[in-house]
């Protein structure tokens, strides 16, 4: 609601305001509700999801992995072709 629809609501007397503000502390309380439902979910997921490992970790295991496969095909990675092997 901007300042303009507030004032023409305020000009529409006292009972269209009352319900207007009754309205809006219904929704208010039901969005109180529904943020401490999610709040009590978040606490929730953490144990029922394993870890994530971080990227960096990830990252180094693939360039293990590609050593070792660029050793046991026996090729130089710095120049990308084999060795002679």
């Not at 009972?15 to 207007?20: D, F, L």
């Not at 503000?21 to 999610?38: F, M």
């Not at 990227?55 to 002679?84: C, F, H, K, Y």
């Amino acid at each position: 609601m901007d300042r303009r629809m507030a004032e023409k609501l305020y000009d529409s007397g006292k009972e269209p305001t009352v319900a207007k503000l009754l309205e809006y502390d219904t929704e208010n309380e039901r969005l109180k509700s529904k943020i401490a439902q999610l709040g009590r979910i978040q606490r929730i997921l953490p144990s029922l999801h394993p870890p994530i490992i971080p990227r960096i970790r990830i990252n180094s295991q693939i360039q293990t992995i590609t050593r070792r496969i660029n050793v046991d095909l026996g090729v130089n990675p710095a120049i990308g072709e084999r060795t002679g092997n």
